[in-house]
């Protein structure tokens, strides 16, 4: 017999905050008439969603941030035995911020090594240690699915027994390589706002955030989201760019709703991937268009990146958390930077922010480099049909 996974713990240190409280407060404020405001005052330096607090070095940056997201998920989880969690990491970047400082600070002889590390199983090795977990970490690296594909997977163990509990962590902080490598693509927004789906979007703009949730069988009170499905389907169309026809995105979304034994009209919202790069977004509203037709429904659309940025890897739980954090406090968050369509979409994302949520059922969907596509449903509504 099936056992149940439910998200019991999680925590968020974004450019927003490292709170549910104040990440929610600065969200809810935000609307589509002070967008450009918030974008002009994040955006001083460069256009990148920046967490400002200041560290000495990148070192201390990582692991201080990864220290904070551990402690408040299994803090809120409530769990006595965190030596019993499964270690699970998602990230694109992992500790490249380490390794260009060593790097820069070898070619200023200021330290003997050129690089701290090889690999990145220390990140693993810390996490390990910092919970004196009796297992070993698992990492994942596929692109923009890391981490969701590693809590899809996380929770597929559980369900099957082969596992009781876990911590799935998020990882993505500034590097040069990163934000270097995007720009020579030209990925990136020259006009500085983040306009998922609309005519004048023009590029992604990248942000820093680390997350983590923590997954166990039981779940600690009635509102916690239970892992209903997911699914993960490759398009080998391009290496950069997901299929124009939108199908492999489209066929990613309907098997996880049909892995769900569920219809269109049981998903409340769908939080889309939305990178705001001009491929992305007419593959995944053609994607969207499909899916409404198919099913002759129709349901909430939201994007959250304009909030906090892309974060490669992470996002999966980054924006997972954050839409949780927004439910929690009673709303779906609205897409802002939407003004006007692109001519392929026929639809309208949330351009408000949807209030009176509680319980309720939500497809996040996640594209990624390299053609791995990924959409899990999360829920905290008892009706039968999602056990």
């Known amino acids: 017999m099936k056992k149940e996974s439910y998200i019991i713990g999680k925590a968020l240190y974004t450019s927003l905050g490292n709170t549910k409280e104040k990440i ?30 200041r560290f000495d070095s990148e070192k201390e940056k990582f692991f201080k941030i990864l220290k904070e997201v551990i402690d408040q998920s299994i803090n809120e989880s409530q769990i ?18 380490i390794e260009e400082e060593a790097n820069q600070e070898f070619h200023n002889n200021k330290n003997i090594d050129e690089l ?3 690999g990145y199983g220390y990140i693993g090795t810390f996490v390990e240690e910092y919970i004196k977990s009796k297992y070993k970490s698992i990492i994942f690296s596929t692109a ?26 998020g990882i993505e902080l500034f590097n040069r390589s990163t934000f270097d490598g995007f720009s020579s693509l030209m990925l990136l927004s020259q ?94 509203a053609k994607a969207i268009n499909d899916l409404f037709n198919n099913y002759q429904s129709t349901t909430n659309i939201t994007a959250v990146k304009p909030y906090i940025g892309h974060t490669l890897g992470a ?28 001519e392929k979409l026929e639809f309208t994302p949330l351009l408000k922010h949807k209030n009176n949520i509680q319980k309720t059922t939500v497809l996040f969907n996640f594209v990624a ?16 049909v999602y056990s």
Do not use: W
Not at 144 to 158: D, E, F, G, P, V
């Open 24 to 53: 929610t407060e600065e969200i809810y404020k935000l609307s589509q008439d002070n967008y450009l405001s918030f974008l002009e005052n994040k955006f001083k330096e460069k256009a990148f969603y920046k967490i400002e607090e």
């Open 80 to 97: 006595k035995d965190k030596e019993n969690l499964h270690i699970f990491i998602g990230s694109t970047s992992m500790g490249i911020s």
């Open 116 to 118: 701290s590390h090889i």
């Open 144 to 169: 923009c699915t890391s981490s969701t594909n590693a809590i899809a997977y996380a929770s597929k163990l559980i369900q099957n027994n082969k596992i009781k509990k876990a911590i799935i962590i």
């Open 191 to 284: 006009n500085k706002v983040y306009r998922p789906f609309d005519e004048k979007s023009d590029g992604i703009i990248l942000g820093e955030a680390c997350s983590a949730v923590i997954l166990d069988s039981v779940k600690n009170k009635d509102s916690d989201f239970k892992y209903i499905s997911s699914s993960n389907i490759c398009d080998n169309y391009s290496e950069t760019t997901s299929n124009p026809s939108g199908e492999p995105i489209l066929n990613c979304m309907n098997s996880s709703i049909q892995n769900a034994g569920m219809t269109l009209k049981n998903i409340d919202l769908i939080k889309a991937h939305a990178t705001g790069s001009e491929n992305n977004n007419s593959s995944e």
């Open 315 to 342: 996002c999966g739980t980054n924006e997972i958390v954050l839409i949780l954090y927004c439910i929690e406090k009673g709303f779906f968050p609205a897409t802002l930077g939407f003004e006007k369509s692109e």
């Open 369 to 384: 480099f390299g053609g791995n596509n990924s959409s899990i449903i999360l829920s905290n509504k008892s009706e039968n």
